[in-house]
């Protein structure tokens, strides 16, 4: 399984953005994609996963302001971020793992790991 993250880019408080991360090759093995995201100086953290049954779960950090979701037909993952905070500045990644389980917050558990998309939010 690859993963292809896209959507990044620098925009003010406030404003929204929608990430993608693209699965190409054995997707059928993907029982669960989360998002993860890491700040300079600090540890990867996670943000948001979904399960094959569309289960979602999200960091309580971004509750309320972030949707993940999925389109099955684009083996696409999306992130949907509002209410965009100076602190949600980080690289964003997305991984997969053939596997859902009660540790899907760890990103030691996903076999399979994209790029990282930098998201930058301005005061």
């Known amino acids: 399984v690859q993963l292809q993250a896209s959507g990044g880019g620098l925009v003010q408080a406030g404003d929204s953005l929608r990430l993608s991360c693209a699965a190409s090759?054995?997707?059928?093995?993907?029982?669960?994609m989360g998002w993860f995201r890491q700040a300079p100086g600090k540890e990867r953290e996670f943000v948001a996963a979904?399960?094959?049954?569309?289960?979602?779960y999200y960091a309580d950090s971004v509750k309320g302001r972030f949707t993940i979701s999925r389109d099955v037909a684009k083996n696409t993952v999306y992130l949907s971020m509002n209410s965009l905070k100076p602190e949600d500045t980080a690289v964003y990644y997305c991984?997969?793992?053939?596997?859902?389980?009660?540790?899907?917050?760890?990103?030691?558990?996903?076999?399979?790991r994209g790029q990282g998309t930098q998201v930058t939010v301005s005061s």
């Open positions: 991984a997969a793992d053939p596997n859902f389980s009660r540790n899907y917050y760890y990103y030691g558990k996903y076999d399979y």
């Open positions: 090759g054995r997707i059928f093995r993907i029982g669960v």
């Open positions: 979904i399960s094959r049954s569309d289960n979602t």
